[in-house]
């Protein structure tokens, strides 16, 4: 059983189902859905984490890593922020008087609204799928809802304009979450996640926790500074960095990092969803790694194995 | 005249208030807030950059930067996230049956309805002003909202419970901007906001960007990568970094960014809301600057004019 | 009136005659040529300071910088190391039986001599235009010296052979030092010198130096740690830059290590004798620096003027 | 049989009996010395490696490292120095009227011969020991010698003054080199030297390295910029840094190194001479590493053995 950040119709749903049709459970927020997996109810959850329309980032980074039992991510899958106009079969553009949907749905679409619907009433819901339920139901007054195409599906209406997002490139993040374990294996395009928190707060940390990363040929490709909530001033790095923590480059740098942070969170590795493969700087493959290994052995002969020793 | 991102009676509102009482008028989008300042509608607009609840952040900081007509920031304000449980006057505790809130407040406030009102039920809606504004209509059959006291106060609710929020320590983040122009005084305790973008999809960007300001004393208070959404993989870093761009090493750190950098955004020096005073490295101050300077030009008299120069 | 560091004869006579056939002094040590320049008895001495056969590279480093009076390099002379046999005019190669030289002369030809003279028999001289004079003088019984062709001129000598050095890619750099005062005008291929004393005997206090160069574009030609002789584990760096103190680049970069360390002495800014452009990094040059000022003051007007801009 | 750069009764030979008294042969030069290692004929040399009365530092280094057949130093030997007078028995302070020694030598102690002997005619000789040689045999006329106690001791002379010096701080470096082979023992106040080799001439390069080195928690002792010599502006770093290879932060920095550099010359661990333990900075020890290990195994279960591990 999965779980997922509800409620069913939203564009968690949406991606969800990119993962296969097995049975899921919605819940109310991320930290449930999440608490799910802890306590075992469910063996994963998907949940947004980088997410403009429906928010749930910001629990999202907090809630896997803040406390004592931190999650691991198992899997991203990222899809477009893709609006449909949904209506009940039967109803036609020139029927349509009454809009509802989320606010932050309708800020997307606001160019395309004035442009086709300029005289439409656009009324507010706390979310998409609850507007394209509301449109379902033909006594509430509702012509039309602006949501996601999978709230068109659950509740049996059609869509009458696709894609009317005024920025097209949009897009959401999701991570499926499970209980800390073995990473999926290396594919060679991996993102590894976790978080460092400085010792105390540092002008310099930041730089320290990068040169960790740079002198293994670790790269990044998405770095935030977090308030930690304890103290005022203090504060984390949510990193998510190229490769695979069986990759030497970045088994090496997790361990750098552990040694000069305070407390350095795990949060997986796990194959990209675009595929990207990592640039690699000179130096930063196995192969650089066993050869220097190879090296220091040969003049120096009583260096014991090394863990990317595959000799 | 002035903006903010509505409507009336969220917490944008709440913050606008604690700028005094002048005329604003509430725009439906942070696009449209920060629009109405380009235009010249109004003179400065209020707009979340840091707020869990109502969303906001990512817009803005994109909106602000990314545009040819870049925005800057006069002025910032913290309020903490604080949620009352309101009602129209004579309801009491025992009389809630159904409450109305939008679905993020209720995430917060979930300890406390379980403990408190466990029977009541729970529905959503996309505002908290809006939950206020229908609470304060008895047709619309909802006995109580979940909002912010300035919404109750709007809608002329009573607060039955104040501060009923699970994590006390959250707290919202706001920026007044104005068109670009000279920056407030200098305080003593400001911050500098700006957003950086690579030559190219550097591996060490980051570090080079962070060299730039930790070689001129520069303490950063938040950093985060951000897609520049124009090319996949491209990204810029939004900074806010300890000090005034009238402070020599500010000033000086910002000319590096800018020579080593695609492009730099200034989005403003203003006083921090928590008056917090930088923790300037040694070597940092303008009496630093300043000497040597002076030292410079005593060992190669034909120096000219520095701007870090007051005598 | 110019001083040397003698006698006569040697490398450093001979890369004088390079700067013109004034009248010239020579002193016995480097410490001596170098208080001449001070007291202002001479008006500059010619010195080496890189240089594996007569020494004096420490000692000059050390005198030039360490004492209460540092002096300012005008000028750099590089010549190579180029051995001659020189011999009384009449001597011919057969009639060589017995050899005289400094060792450290003897041991960069022993190639050629155990190849050409393997019978002669080698005496050892304090210096090699000593060496040449005992030739000179038919009575002390030698036949040939190893030694500089400034030294066979000096004393009448005839040339064997030239450049009978072993490793002949050898030089040896000498610098031409005055008192402090305006440094030579920019060429486009100077050179920087310079000594940085750090705060303490700190871990990182090389890093945090070039880091202050590299932030603005300044390479380095030499770097080498060297003790301050006050405190034992205490130590300075003595630099060579690329770049004039006029380059706006490298008056920052000055300005920079002023900060941040205990002590800057600044050596002088002069042409290399190898007359090589300096490879100036992205962002690094003169305009670079002015356009980062005019943007700055657009954004920001109230900043005054700066040291490079030259409009 | 060791050898030891000669001749005997100079610096390196005293620096030699204080390894103990076996039998020992001197060498001309430094290259002599160690080809004599690499061909088998010694089993060690002592040669210097910072000293300013001699020569033969430059020597050393790039003799040790720039050949196909690197060495290796087992052992530093620091001694003061010392300048004696020297005389032969019998002679008196009053009978000294000509004095011979190495200019260098000579230069050292000026400052005590103008107060002591100002009417002493002063004569060059090629080597301390030389002098020594002379003073010896009455037939040559000179009356005394200034050189190291070790070559009195050889030539019979005895010590009218000791310790005479201008400056008593000065001191010289010797390093005992043997073929490559194990390093010796860790001691706990060990130094590891190497060379090495950047790729191309980059700006960066020395940063680069202390990277390497710092994020290790690796501090230097020493470092310099070496030309190549084979192409001009190529160069090389020469570095003592803290630290055995056998410490983990010391073995990880090397790895790192030949990762990224062109090539990197191991020339040994061994026992400082002065016994000064390395400040290990946070997060630099064994067991840092080994809790790094462990923390990685823990939250990573398919990482295998690292050499630090000593469980």
Redesign the interface.
């Known amino acids: 059983m999965r779980g997922f950040f509800g409620p069913e119709g939203t564009f968690t749903h949406q991606a969800l189902l990119t993962l296969g049709n097995g049975p899921a459970v919605a819940f ?2 991320v ?1 449930r859905a999440l608490d799910a997996v802890r306590s075992g109810d469910v063996s994963a959850s998907l949940v947004p984490i980088e997410n ?1 329309i429906e ?1 749930g980032v ?2 999202t980074l907090d809630y896997l890593a803040l406390l004592d039992s931190p999650l691991q991510i198992a899997k991203e899958v990222v899809i477009p922020v893709s609006f449909d106009l949904c209506v009940r079969p039967g109803t036609t553009f020139n029927d349509i008087k009454r809009i509802i949907s ?3 749905a ?2 997307q679409v ?1 160019g395309w609204l004035d442009a086709q619907l300029p005289d439409a009433v656009v009324v ?4 998409t799928a ?1 507007a394209a339920q509301a449109v379902a139901d033909p006594t509430t007054g509702y012509d039309a809802a602006i949501c996601a195409k999978v709230a068109a599906d659950l509740y049996g209406l059609a869509s009458l304009a696709s894609n009317i997002s005024d ?1 097209e ?1 949009a897009a959401t993040r999701f991570v499926l979450v499970t209980k ?4 999926p294996k290396r594919t060679g395009y991996d993102k590894t996640t976790l978080v460092a928190y400085m ?1 105390q ?1 540092q ?2 940390a ?2 320290e926790i ?3 990363l ?4 670790v ?7 977090r308030p930690t ?1 304890k103290i ?2 203090d504060y984390c790095f949510s990193i998510d960095a190229e490769g695979h ?2 990759d030497a480059r970045v ?2 740098a ?3 990092l ?3 942070c305070k407390r ?1 969170v ?1 949060l997986g ?1 796990y194959p990209r969803a ?1 595929g ?1 493969e990592p ?1 690699v ?4 493959r196995d192969s ?2 066993q ?3 190879d ?2 052995r040969q ?9 990317y ?1 595959r000799t």
């Not at 700087?281 to 930063?284: A, I, L």
């Not at 003049?299 to 863990?307: K, N, T």
């Open positions: 109310p927020t930290a403009s928010g910001t629990a989320h606010p932050h309708v800020a606001r507010e819901r706390g979310s609850g920025n490139q800390p374990g073995p990473s010792r707060d002008p310099g930041l730089l990068l040169q960790q740079a002198s293994r040929g790269n990044l490709c998405r770095v935030e500074s909530k005022l001033g923590v069986s088994a090496e997790l361990m750098g552990h040694r000069v350095v795990f590795s675009d990207k640039k700087p000179y130096g930063g650089d790694y050869a220097a290994l090296w220091l003049v120096s002969p009583e260096i014991p194995r090394l863990p020793d």
